[in-house]
């Protein structure tokens, strides 16, 4: 825990502290998000492209919070006069800097731990394998951005044996910044592969970048097969006298991996060590995990341990639980299971996730006890209980026989019970209503019996949503925006087939500026599930005009006639300055007032005053397309001359907008004010498809395998004819879930044990049939992947001859979304 009195702190960060100095600071936050908060904990104001923590001191002031660090320039002290500021010139530095000082205070040994893939595992593995005999802390998830690194460091327990904190850059210039608060003793470098390469020019000088954390330490353990980073520890090596600690394929490393063998469910590991070879095995087969667990072995070597102890320690490798999975549960609840390694750090991302489900009234976490902590279990669990009243749960069940015995420190409204068969014994369905609930159970309670409860269990075909993928994808466009333009979102068509409230709250958790829907009801929807972003309505029906009002929807308004009669309806209500958007045709010719509407609608503009143009837009046409980009200029003209008329006769600079995503990655001159992000948040580019992640991955299982006789047919009217014996698997999707029927005898593909089956005779409306001859092992209950990351959903649109935009917005609603977030 933190200790610093303000003052301290003050100086720490070369501040001006404006109140109480000897107010003593036990942790610190940038969340503004925060249910309620104790006096104690000190708020960073932080200052993003398009987030300002300074607009929420107000609001966290309302909710106990007492202390604040701010910029000089937003000094406002004086309206909370029992707060206390400290102003700093730039407050993300500050927390970089207090965080330095806070690692320079600890005097355990840190592990440092960068490198394109594997980081988290390899910082979670270590921490299994070290804390049998040490006290471990480590970083939350993947706690290791700039702002992650150094919340991380004042976050983890001072009193520890070891350390291990893993630190991430996504473009250059940023490790510099981590080094000093990470400061490791032992680094290691885990490999380098393709992420965030958009900003860097080769793998070089991305490699480079990350080899920064290590300038410091005495120990660099990597693979010497990635030869970048192999030549970049030499220079360092040769510049600050480091120790390197190896391991390679070749000869010539400290540890060399001979031979791997594989059976169905592990590896054996034959590792060289001085001349003498050990067997390692492992319970996992494939090869990411094969090089996580060298540089575990790696590490585990250096630190000393023999070699019996490691491969016992090695044989006992858990799978590290990345994900969180939000699904549908009984009675209108949503369900969020997280059976991460609990900590306290993947407790707090959880009950984010928790505070995000707007749809529901009601919060409920169940936790089981918190096992591995490394703290004193009445800290513990009184930080436990100060985190979920911070974040806002309602009802708290805590399942254990050390968590019941602090039952005390739980406010509100409480159950405990001694173990998970006390808590079903005491289970009834009627009381779990149109809540979100959160799972949060370290692995010997075997939650999954609690979730089997809860769940739907609905064993079929499952539309599987990648919440970080969304939020990478959301992130890549917004890295391409000038700063202070807006971002709307088009969540129309159940946000292009992913999902409603679901897509909308993490959207809103995230700060996009506004949503755009099709159509009011969809609109409707959202508002009913608690989303109060503003929202765009693209095709406002003139009947919907009062719901419009009564839900806050903002119309897009394209013609004299929906003018007219959406400021009579306005008039009617008494309603004035109401937002609308201009649409202007200037090219597509499906809705919109065209340029030579202009001067018309800028004198009828004129007089009214029921509403407020909050925007002028158009749309383009063919933004994907070079060979339209005279036409798209040419639009883009037209746009600029109309909207520049409509706002000078308005004496007012409505918001001017025109991109779409394709617009976004090659029109940057054209952003005006906004942009309107649609197909690239859910994963698809016409231009740079390898900066985005999959989103959507479409999923079902083998229902049934028969063996057939070569000259059989397969499906209705004997379409597909087997010309050899064959293996047949049924898998229960169909044209009716929006898999289509041209993709019918061989034209399609889907993905099993990680090779392609074609689709063998016609699908049928539920069902349809693939060819797995060729494939071995496949069991019944097997996954089947009919679009993701491979088959993609580009190569099926291309198949069929059709666009992505198609294909996702197809997905039937009978197929069951499910939301999952590392
Ligand atoms: C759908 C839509 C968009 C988003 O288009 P994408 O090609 O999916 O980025 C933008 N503007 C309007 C008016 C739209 O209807």
Known sequence: MLNY??????????????????????????????????????????????HNGHQFIGDLYSKGI???????????????????????????????????????????TIIGVTGSNGKTIVKEWLAQLLSFDRKVVRSPKSYNSQVGVALSVLGIDTNADIGILEAGISRPNEMANLEPIVKPQIGIFTNLGAAHQENFDDLYSKAKEKMHLFKNCDTLIYSADYPQIDELAH??????????????????????????DKDSTSATLHVLYKGKEIRITIPFTDNASIENAMHCITTLIHLGHTNEQITSLMARLQPVAMRLEIKEAINGCTLINDSYNSDLGSLSIALDLLAQQRQHKKRMLIISDILQSGLE???????????????????????GNEIIKYSQYFKNNTEFYLNNQEFLHAFTRQEYKDTAILLKGSRTFQFERISAVLEHKLHRTLLEIDLNALVHNLNYFRGLLKPNVKIMVMVKAFSYGSGSHEIANLLQFHRVDYLGVAFIDEGIALREAGITLPIVVLNPEFGSYDLMIEYNLEPEIFSFSSLNNFTNVLSKHGVTN???????????????????DTPKLCSQLDSLTSIRVESIFSHLVATDDSQHDKFTLEQVNRFETASLQIAKALGYKPMLHILNSAGIERFSQYQFDAVRLGIGLYGISSVHQKYLENVS???????????????????????????????IATIPIGYADGLNRRLSNGKGNVMVKGKLAPIIGNISMDTCMIDVTSIPLVNEGDEVIIFGNKPSVIEIAKTLETI???????????VKRIYIQE
């Open 235 to 260: 220079e360092l090596k040769n510049k600050h006298a480091i120790k390197l600690f190896t391991w390679s394929k070749n000869k010539g490393a400290t540890l060399q991996l001979q031979k791997v």
């Open 578 to 596: 109401y937002p609308i958007h201009l649409k202007i045709d200037t090219g597509m010719h499906r809705l919109g007032f065209t340029p030579n």
């Open 804 to 814: 992505p935009y198609e294909v996702l917005t197809s997905i039937s609603r009978r």
């Open 697 to 727: 991955t479409l999923k079902t299982f083998v229902a049934q395998l028969h063996e057939i006789d070569a000259g059989e047919t397969v499906g209705y009217n004997r379409m597909g004819i087997v010309k050899q014996p064959s293996i």
């Open 5 to 50: 009195k303000l003052d301290v702190i003050s100086k720490i960060l070369n501040g001006k502290l404006n109140g109480d100095a000897d107010l003593v600071i036990n942790s610190v936050t940038i969340d503004s998000r925060l249910a309620n908060a104790s006096k104690n904990h000190l708020f960073f104001a932080l200052i993003g492209e398009r």
């Open 66 to 108: 007492r202390a604040f660090v701010i910029s000089h320039a937003k000094n406002q002290h004086q309206q909370y006069p029992d707060a206390s500021f400290i102003a700093v010139d730039n407050t993300l530095k500050a927390l970089q800097q207090f965080a330095a000082y806070h690692r320079s205070q600890l005097n355990y």
């Open 377 to 399: 279990p009445g800290i513990l669990y009184s930080k436990v209980a100060t985190m979920i009243d911070e974040k806002g749960v309602d009802k708290t069940i805590g399942i």
